[in-house]
C-alpha cells in the first residue's frame, strides 16, 4: 500500500510511485472523488488507482466545497465553487476572500433536499458553481451548462439565493 497524505478532513494526497502505474491506498469512510478525472469511489475500502496521467491523485471527501480561482488578479478574478457529492440534508458553507482584510468577499451556503440544492450566497464577488457529477435540469435565478457530468452554474446579476433541481 502507498503512502498518502491526509491534508484535512477533506482531502487526500496520493503520490504516484515513480517505477509504477497504479497505486493501492485505503480510504476512510464516505464518498470520495477524485479531483482529476470525477471518478468516485467508495470509501472504508482499499483502492487501486491507475495514476500513470499525473503525478498525484487529489481526493475530495462528500459535503466538500472547493474555491478555484480563474484569474490572476486577486480582486478581479471570478472563482468557481466545486460541490462535491452533496447528501440530503447536510447545510455546506464555503467563504471566499481577497487579500488578508479577514472579511469574505464571498459566502455561499449549499443545503440538498431530496432532488433539489439550495444555494444562497452573500457578497459582491462573480463566481460559477460546479456540480461535480450531477446533471442539473433546471436552475432558479441561474444558467446552466453541463460540461461533461458536471453542471455548471451561473446566478443571475444580484442573484443572492439559487434552486437547482436535478
Avoid at 485505503?26 to 468516485?40: A, I, S, Y
Avoid at 488578479?73 to 462535491?84: G, K, T
Avoid at 458553481?129 to 460540461?147: F, H, P, Q, T
Wanted: hydrophobic fraction near 40%.
Amino acid at each position: 500500500m502507498e503512502k498518502h497524505y491526509i491534508l484535512n478532513k477533506n482531502l487526500i494526497m496520493v503520490p504516484a510511485p515513480d517505477k509504477e502505474k497504479t497505486v493501492r491506498f485505503f480510504l476512510p469512510e464516505g464518498v470520495w472523488t477524485n479531483f482529476h478525472t470525477g471518478k468516485e469511489y467508495l470509501g472504508g475500502n482499499e483502492i487501486e488507482e491507475n495514476a500513470h496521467a499525473t503525478d498525484m491523485i487529489l481526493l475530495v471527501r462528500e459535503n466538500s466545497v472547493i474555491v478555484e480561482r480563474t484569474g490572476t488578479d486577486i480582486h478581479d478574478e471570478r472563482c468557481e465553487l466545486r460541490v462535491y457529492a452533496l447528501r440530503n440534508n447536510v447545510r455546506v458553507d464555503a467563504d471566499v476572500y481577497d487579500g488578508d482584510c479577514g472579511v469574505p468577499a464571498l459566502s455561499v451556503s449549499f443545503k440538498r433536499n431530496g432532488h433539489s440544492i439550495h444555494i444562497a450566497s452573500d457578497g459582491a464577488k462573480l463566481y460559477t458553481v460546479r456540480m461535480v457529477n450531477m446533471y442539473a435540469k433546471s436552475a432558479a435565478n441561474g444558467l446552466i451548462l453541463i460540461e461533461g457530468n458536471d453542471s455548471v452554474i451561473t446566478p443571475d446579476a444580484r442573484a443572492c439565493t439559487m434552486e437547482i433541481i436535478f
